[in-house]
């Protein structure tokens, strides 16, 4: 082969690779590219990408809506979300509950499903599990409760009430004082925010239902301030009874 030919050849060469790259370089872009949001499809719908995955490993996950805003967290515990009151944080810092948190429309938490269990090389354990709904900026006051210590189990449905009071005024108003630096300022500063709004208690256990840790099945009713007038029990050895309490808490009736 000649000079003349080999330099043909080498010409050939470049003009490949420069075409090669070319192409490899478009094809890249193709790939990764995301489907613009505005391109409609079939169906006369927004076109959105789409992946799916036989198995994925993740430590948290973030539904969000398309203007940011929480929707559910999916979590470790090192990761989980703390409070969330219309996008913002507050109350306390998250770290501590691995599981499902909810959010409203308005991006404020709403409830949610935490699970702990443990044991050491000595048999003790301890379990929860715990599932709730809030009331609109407030907390919560459905609950389905699961906690075992060592056997020491309780198991149940719990309805409150609240007062109509901002959550995160609260928390706010409760922070403020346990600055207060003067300890007896402060303890009376917190009874006084303890205290009932407008008559309402901040919060006040109405019914519950469920297994306590006497191997009892029970039904507690409340009056509005959260104490039990009526309870029904089946006792772990079988026997039922009825007994109508009044304001201090004492039976003043049973049945049988």
Known sequence: MNDSQVRRELRWLKAYAVVSTAVLATLSLAAFRQPSSNAPNSRNQPSQQKQRFTEIDVERINVVEPDGKYRMVISNRPRSIGPIYKGEPFGYAGGGRPGIIFFNDE??????????????????????????????????????????????????????????????????????????????????????????????????????????????????????????????????????????????????????
């Open 107 to 256: 991006g404020t938490e709403n409830g949610g499903l935490t699970f702990t269990g443990s044991g050491d090389i000595n048999g003790r354990y301890r379990a929860s599990t715990h599932m709730s709904f809030d009331q609109f900026d407030q907390d919560q006051v459905l609950n389905l409760d699961y906690a075992d210590e060592n056997g020491t189990r309780r198991t149940g449905i719990e309805i409150d009430d609240r007062a109509n009071v901002d959550i995160r005024a609260m928390v706010r108003e409760r922070d403020s004082i346990n600055e207060m630096s003067d300890t007896a300022a402060r303890n009376a500063a917190l009874r006084r925010w303890a205290e009932p709004r407008n008559g309402v208690p901040l919060v006040a256990r109405r019914v519950w239902v469920g297994r306590d840790v006497s191997k009892a099945a029970v039904v507690n009713l409340s009056d509005p301030n959260g104490r039990t007038r009526l309870r029904l029990v089946v006792d772990s050895l079988g026997h039922a009874r009825i007994e109508f309490l009044d304001e201090r808490g004492q039976v003043t009736t049973h049945m049988p």
